[in-house]
C-alpha cells in the first residue's frame, strides 16, 4: 500500500512539474523571476519529500532545534534556513493540532520548501497542539516566536517577517498579529483552511452543516475535529471524564469507525455534555447543546474566535486559500476572515478540486476535471505562492 501511495504522489506531482515546464517559455517572456520561482516552489510543496526542480537546484536547508526566551518564558522549536544564501524574510510556521506537532512530516516538507525559497522558518513546539488541544495562550507561543524571529536582522532583514498556519492554526496567528506590541511588525499572515468564527465551525465538525450563499449546506465532516474537540476538553471535564476521553481518543485514532457508547456511559455531567455535542448530527440542537459545555470551555473557545475581534486593527497583509471541499472546516470561514479587513488587505484563493483540509490532490492531466476543474486552481494556487514569495520583497 505504501508503495502505490508513492508512486501515485510521484506520479501526481509529475504533472504538476509538467505544467510548470510548459509555462516556463511564457512566464520567461513577459514576467519577472519572482514568477518562475513561484512555479517552483508550488511544485516543491506539492511534491513533498518527493523530487522537484527545486530540489535540484538547491541544497537541503538547515534544520536546526533551538530555545528561545521572551521576558520569562521559554520555548522551544525548530529553525530552518537556506544551505547556500541568507535569509530574504523570516515566517514563522505554526504547526497543526497533531500528534507529531512540530515533526509532522508534511510541516516539515513545507518548511523546508520554504527555507528552500530564502526564508527563515520558525516552527515553535506548541505542546497543546501535540495534544489535540487548542487555547488561547497558544496566541503567547505564536507571538514570542514571531517577536524573537523579527527581532533578529539576519533572520528577518528589514524586518521582512510573517505568520503562516493550516486549520485551527490560524486563529492563534491571527490572534498573535493582533498584539498590541507586534501589530506594526508582521507584515504578513498566510492561512490555509482556517476559521473565522469558532461556534460555526464547531457547528459544521459535529453536524455537517454550514452557511454558504445566503442558505444552509451539508457536507460530511471529518471525524477529526470531533477528536480535537473531546481532546480539547479534557481540560474542563473531571479527571475521570478527560480519561474516558483519551480511552475514546486512542481508540477512535486506530478506528475512525469504532464504537464509543460503551465508554459514553461512564461520563460524569460534564463530560456528558461535551460528548453530547459531539456526537449531535441534529442542526436544529446545537445552540442548546454547545450552551450546555462547561462554562470555562466555552470562555476560552470566544476568546479563540475571530468574529468579535476587531480585524481591522490588523495592519499584516493576509493571503488566505481555503479548498470548497474542506471536510474538517468549511470554506466560508476564510471569506469571512477576508470581508472582516479592507479589500485590499487581504487576497483569497478558493480552490474548487485540488485541496481538501491540507491535502493535494491530481486528476490525469488529460483529463476533462483536470482542464477545466484542477488546473484553474493550480494557477491560483501558484497566484498565491507569488503573493508570499514577494513578501521577500516588500519595504
Partial sequence: MRECARHAAGGRVGWLLLIVALAMPLLAACAPQRHHEALLVLADAAAGEGPSRLKETTPSPRRQAIAFDLEGRVHSGDLYLPADAEPAAGIVLAPGVVPEGKDEPRLVAFATTLARARFAVLVPDLPGYRQLRIHPSDARIVADAFAYLAGRAELAPAG??????????????????????????????????????????????????????????????????????????????????????????????????????????????????????????????????YAALPPAMRADMAALSLHDKDLTRLRARLILMHGRGDNLIPWPESAALAAAVPPSQARLYLLHSVLGHADLRFSHVLSWRFLTRELPDIFRMWRAVDALVAEREAP
Fill in 160 to 289: 521582512r517577517a510573517g505568520l503562516a498556519a493550516f486549520s485551527y492554526g490560524v486563529g492563534p496567528a491571527l490572534l498573535a498579529a493582533l498584539e498590541e506590541d507586534l501589530r506594526e511588525r508582521v507584515r504578513f499572515v498566510v492561512g490555509v483552511g482556517g476559521y473565522h468564527d469558532l461556534t460555526d465551525a464547531a457547528r459544521y465538525l459535529t453536524t455537517g452543516y454550514f452557511r454558504a450563499e445566503e442558505r444552509w449546506q451539508y457536507l460530511a465532516p471529518e471525524d477529526y475535529g470531533k477528536l480535537v474537540l473531546m481532546s480539547t476538553a479534557r481540560s474542563y471535564v473531571e479527571a475521570g471524564d478527560a480519561r474516558v476521553f483519551d480511552c475514546m481518543i486512542e481508540r477512535r485514532l486506530k478506528d475512525r469507525a469504532a464504537d464509543l457508547s460503551d465508554l459514553a456511559e461512564r461520563l460524569g455531567p460534564s463530560g456528558r455534555a461535551v460528548y453530547a455535542l459531539a456526537v449531535n448530527a441534529d442542526r436544529e440542537r446545537f445552540a442548546a447543546l
